[in-house]
């Protein structure tokens, strides 16, 4: 046997050839000129097979990822090894090097490439959504029966805004495109409905209440007689305020602590705290908030009682005496509350 392209004879015939020819014109890896991808401009998210994948990937990321997914190794190749490098980017051109080393028939091969990788702008859809404003469901923030104070509002704008930058991570959608701010309280747009439900869960957990949700149609699409349907979250805090004041069962009390699970007050005939849950929620009254609270002179103490004057008519009333009303001094000013003419230290 000879080789016809050389003539060597004597030699091992590769595809008709010597080694050493066939290694000549062997290619290792097969990889295109040009490599284009197509990432939102906002999100980075990926265009592939007709799919946006994954999101806020770096450029850098993006264009090894394009360029290991386009490269074909060679069958014969051993131990491969495969360098990638971004040489410079060109507006949004990569040009890069690919150098490959692997042992083919025994021996080294070392091939080098320069493939561009072209990062094509576009909008995915997620993406265009937020830009165009739409919303899958509305957070209605309300207090029953009152307004919702400057405090409940902005605690609840912080709780918002923290759980949103925490569903982001995940959920494109999750953003506010439009916080109205009707008279009552506030209605906060969210771009989906999972991201909202989860910020309204958070809300009562930290600031109590009750939650409620409703379908409302938007608009009818009239070929097909479908609706298009948006929910409303409705967030209701409760009545009352911590240190306001409450008779539930009949017992008088100061409310000292709301959350998600339940509701904590203090009776104040015998300063025991007790537990409600919120589905009890309807039997507590609201009697008075904490602004109603007085000032009252002490006018003179024992080991049992404690004499305060009645903040309304200056008459004395004798109390209990309580381990936490013992620092006070005659002459000094204690809090107190009248319900239903009553008269309460706290
Ligand atoms: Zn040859
Ligand atoms: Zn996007």
Redesign the pocket.
């Known amino acids: 046997m000879f ?1 016809p ?2 003539g ?1 004879t004597d030699v091992e015939m590769i595809d008709g ?2 080694k ?2 066939f290694l000549k014109n062997y290619q290792l890896i097969k990889i295109p000129e040009t490599i284009t991808v197509t990432v939102c401009s906002h999100c980075n998210a990926k265009l592939e097979e007709g799919k946006w994948k994954d999101s806020y990937i770096p450029n850098e990321e993006i264009i090894y990822r394009a360029l290991e997914k386009n490269i074909t190794i060679d069958e014969l190749a051993e131990n491969e090894e495969i360098e990638l490098e971004i040489d410079q980017m060109r507006g949004t051109i990569a040009e890069c090097y690919v150098e490959a080393v692997a042992t083919v028939l025994g021996e080294e091969i070392v091939e080098t490439h320069t493939p561009n990788v072209k990062i094509n702008k576009s909008v995915c859809p997620d993406c265009s959504k937020r830009s165009a404003g739409y919303y899958e469901a509305v957070i209605q923030l309300r207090a029953d029966s009152r307004e919702l104070t400057k405090e409940e509002i902005a605690n609840a704008e912080e709780i918002i805004s923290r759980t949103i930058e925490k569903q982001a991570k995940k959920d494109k959608l999750a953003y506010i495109p439009q916080i109205a701010k009707p008279k009552e309280g506030r209605d906060y747009y969210v771009g989906s409905l999972k991201s909202a439900k989860k910020v309204a869960e958070h809300l009562k957990e930290e600031l109590g209440g009750t939650i409620k949700e409703s379908p409302r149609l938007i608009s009818e699409d009239k070929s097909t007689g479908k609706g298009l349907y948006r929910i409303w979250i409705s967030v209701r805090l409760p009545k009352f305020e911590i240190n306001d004041f409450v008779k539930y069962n009949k017992v008088l009390a100061e409310v000292i602590a709301i959350d998600g699970n339940r509701i904590q007050i203090k009776n104040l005939e015998n300063y025991e705290n007790i537990v409600i849950k919120w589905r009890e929620y309807d039997n507590i009254e609201k009697i008075a908030t904490k602004k109603d609270i007085k000032k009252a002179i002490i006018t003179a103490k024992s080991p049992n009682t404690i004499q305060v004057l009645d903040p309304e008519d200056y008459s004395p009333i004798d109390l209990e005496m309580r381990e936490s009303f013992e620092k006070y001094n005659i002459g000094e000013e204690i809090n107190c509350i009248k319900l239903e003419n009553n008269l309460f230290l706290i």
């Open positions: 080789c392209e050389c060597a050839v010597c050493n020819c």
